[in-house]
């Protein structure tokens, strides 16, 4: 059986004389879902916009890229083909890459355009079958009641749904993802990813999908390769990603970097639980809760001291005069050498 992509010795090379990619060798089979993992900078989404021909290697090289038996690129040269090639790549942008004033059964139409004559596309004119195709599409992904509103309106899980609508509109064989959650909230990012899978298992799609969440990756794809510095680093079953492996692919900054996040956590935890039991204290005591900083907030202040020169709020004078009156005076009183 013929792979489904198909990557030989692919290198690139930026103008800055910095190597995003370094000889990369990868071959994945018809209806896998595979994750691509790594450090940001490690060539995840170069990888993949080379696959869908949007940029093209170095021509120093032999490196080159078929997807189902067709050439995407070779020795550095885009296909002259290119378009027809990509009718059957549907690529999901982190950024959902939809228009914003224009319905979300529009943009998701947008994904027949290869097929569709130019005087139709100008005019937006669909034919039934092709808009029933569209609705179909957004109901598999669940947001088919939002089919007539602005895609603006829609939230970034809604959005990220429809863009997979657009690929399965499409009729795409390869699938490929470009961090499809690093932006959407744990709830919407499940959605979207279980909608990945589903395609990837109902249609038989292909599927390549980048991912910063190493958890995610081995929950949903059997397979995982990683990068790191442009290489592939580790190519195999997402169940052999064990600590050492991720130590070495993140690094101890990474390692560092998580550590610091999850005590700040704790920290707010504590300070969480400290509101919780002062409240619960005055509640039972029948005292009405006066809000204050708690301990913990109130100890990373004690180095302010009040700056010099600082008024003091007015207080109130002694019985039987006005409040504040003589403070205010004392306040306010003009120095006699600056008197008229």
């Not at 089979?29 to 170095?58: Q, W, Y």
């Not at 004033?101 to 669909?126: E, K, Q």
């Not at 195999?236 to 692919?249: H, N």
Request: glycine fraction near 10%.
């Amino acid at each position: 059986m013929d792979a489904a992509i198909r990557i030989n010795t692919l290198s690139k090379t930026f103008g800055n004389g910095r190597k995003a990619l370094q000889q990369i060798d990868l071959t994945i089979a018809p209806g896998e879902m595979v994750a691509l993992i790594g450090a940001s900078g490690s060539g995840k989404s170069t990888l993949l916009r080379h696959m869908a021909g949007l940029m093209a290697g170095d021509a120093s090289d032999e490196g080159s890229i078929v997807i189902h038996g067709r050439t995407v690129q070779r020795h550095g040269k885009i296909a002259s083909n290119i378009r027809s090639v990509r009718s059957g790549i549907g690529f999901v942008f982190q950024q959902f890459n939809l228009v914003g004033r224009l319905p979300v059964i529009i943009n998701v139409l947008a994904g027949t355009l290869h097929a569709v004559p130019m005087w139709r596309s100008l005019l937006r004119w669909f034919t039934p079958e092709e808009k029933a195709r569209g609705i179909e599409a957004l109901r598999r992904v669940g947001i088919a009641e939002c089919c007539a509103q602005r895609a603006s309106t829609l939230s970034g899980g809604q959005q990220q749904r429809a863009a997979i609508a657009r690929a399965m509109v499409q009729g795409a064989k390869v699938v490929l993802a470009d961090e499809p959650i690093a932006s959407l909230d744990p709830e919407s990012s499940r959605k979207v990813m279980d909608i990945l899978a589903r395609v990837n298992r109902e249609d038989g799609c292909t599927v390549v999908v980048s991912l910063h969440q190493v958890n995610v990756a081995m929950k949903y794809c059997a397979r995982t390769v990683a990068l790191h510095q442009g290489r592939v680093v580790y190519d195999g079953p997402s169940v052999g990603l064990t600590p050492a492996v991720l130590r070495d692919l993140y690094g101890a900054g990474q390692a560092q970097a998580g550590r610091a996040i999850c005590e700040d956590r704790q920290r707010q935890f504590r300070i969480s639980q400290l509101r919780r039991q002062r409240a619960r204290h005055h509640r039972l005591a029948g005292r009405p809760l006066r809000r204050r900083e708690p301990a913990v907030l109130r100890a990373d202040r004690r180095h302010l001291r009040r700056p010099e020169g600082h008024l003091r709020p007015l207080r109130r004078g002694s019985a039987g005069s006005a409040p504040g009156a003589r403070d205010l005076a004392a306040r306010t009183a003009v120095p006699e050498d600056r008197r008229i």
